[in-house]
C-alpha cells in the first residue's frame, strides 16, 4: 500500500507542476501580449460616409508626439454643434455610419477619428497613444476650424467613453457622453478573468471612473441593462461618480446593438441632453 500510496502521490505531484507550468505561462502569455487581448484595429476602410449619402472631409493631423492621423469631418447643415466620436476598440472609423447617421439627424457635426494603428492612422495603439490622439483631434477642432469648445461633445463608446473622459478632464469641452464603458480596464479584466491577478498584470488602466470625477462639464452616462460584455453596475457607477450637471439614460439591447436596438429612447435622451448642456453655455 505504501508503494502504491507514493506512486499516487507522484502522480499528484506531477500533475499539480504541470498545471502550475502551465498557468505560469498563462500569466507570461498575458502579460507580454495583452495588448492584443485590449485592441483590435482593422486597416481597411470598408465604406464612407458618402455611402449613407453624406458630405465629408478626409482629414489628417498630427499628434504631439508626430503620428500621422486620420479621420472624417462630416458636416449638419444647421448643426448645434460637433460630435468629437471617440469609437471603441475593434474596428476602424468604417463601421461606425449608423452612429454618425444618428448624430447628423440631431443636427450635429461629427469629428470621428481612427487612434493610431487603426484604419489610415500611422503608428500602433497604446493607452497613452489614444489620449494624445483624442487631443489632437480636439486642437484640430478648436484650432483648425475655429470651432468653440464649449459647442463640441466628446463621444465616448465603449473603451471610448475612458478616451473621452481623459479628454474632458483636461480640456474644455460643452458636454460629454460615456455610452456602454467601463469602471477601468482593470475592473473589467478581473470580472473577464476572475482566475487571473489581472490587477497585478495589466499594464492598461484607461480608468473611466476616475477620469470622471474630475470632468467639470455637463455628463450623459449611457448604459444597457442587457449588455453582456460590460455590465450595467460600470454604467452605474460612473455615474455615481460624476459630480453635477450629469444624466443618465437606460437603454436596451446588446453591447454593440443597444443604441439601435433602443433607437427612439436613444436619440429623445441625447437630444434633451444637448438641448440643456448647450443652453448651459449660453
Request: aromatic residues 12%; glycine residues 8%; charged residues 20%.
Amino acid at each position: 500500500m505504501s508503494g502504491e500510496s507514493g506512486q499516487i502521490w507522484a502522480i499528484v505531484r506531477n500533475a499539480i507542476t504541470v498545471i502550475a507550468s502551465l498557468y505560469l505561462l498563462l500569466l507570461l502569455f498575458m502579460f507580454i501580449f495583452q495588448s492584443r487581448l485590449v485592441y483590435f484595429p482593422r486597416q481597411e476602410i470598408e465604406m464612407t460616409p458618402e455611402i449613407a449619402g453624406f458630405n465629408y472631409e478626409d482629414i489628417y493631423f498630427r499628434a504631439e508626439d508626430g503620428v500621422e492621423l486620420h479621420g472624417w469631418f462630416i458636416p449638419s447643415g444647421s448643426s448645434r454643434g460637433v460630435i468629437l466620436f471617440c469609437h471603441g476598440n475593434a474596428g476602424n472609423i468604417s463601421h461606425r455610419l449608423e452612429t454618425i447617421k444618428i448624430f447628423n439627424e440631431l443636427n450635429l457635426s461629427v469629428f470621428i477619428f481612427d487612434y493610431r494603428g487603426y484604419g489610415k492612422s500611422a503608428g500602433k495603439p497604446s493607452e497613452n497613444g489614444t489620449y494624445l490622439d483624442v487631443d489632437a483631434a480636439w486642437i484640430y477642432l478648436s484650432s483648425s476650424r475655429k470651432i468653440d469648445p464649449h459647442r463640441i461633445i466628446a463621444f465616448g463608446r465603449s473603451l471610448g467613453g475612458a478616451v473621452a473622459a481623459n479628454l474632458a478632464s483636461e480640456r474644455p469641452l460643452g458636454g460629454i457622453i460615456v455610452e456602454s464603458s467601463f469602471t477601468s480596464v482593470k475592473d473589467l479584466g478581473s470580472e473577464i478573468y476572475p482566475f487571473l491577478p489581472v490587477r497585478l498584470l495589466s499594464r492598461f488602466d484607461y480608468g473611466t471612473l476616475e477620469k470622471i470625477k474630475k470632468v467639470p462639464c455637463p455628463k450623459l452616462i449611457i448604459h444597457s441593462r442587457n449588455d453582456e460584455m460590460i455590465s450595467f453596475r460600470h454604467g452605474e457607477r460612473i455615474y455615481e461618480a460624476a459630480s453635477e450637471p450629469k444624466e443618465f439614460l437606460e437603454i436596451s439591447g446588446t453591447h454593440n446593438e443597444g443604441f439601435l436596438i433602443s433607437l427612439d429612447r436613444y436619440k429623445s435622451g441625447i437630444d434633451s441632453f444637448l438641448k440643456r448642456t448647450l443652453v448651459f453655455y449660453k
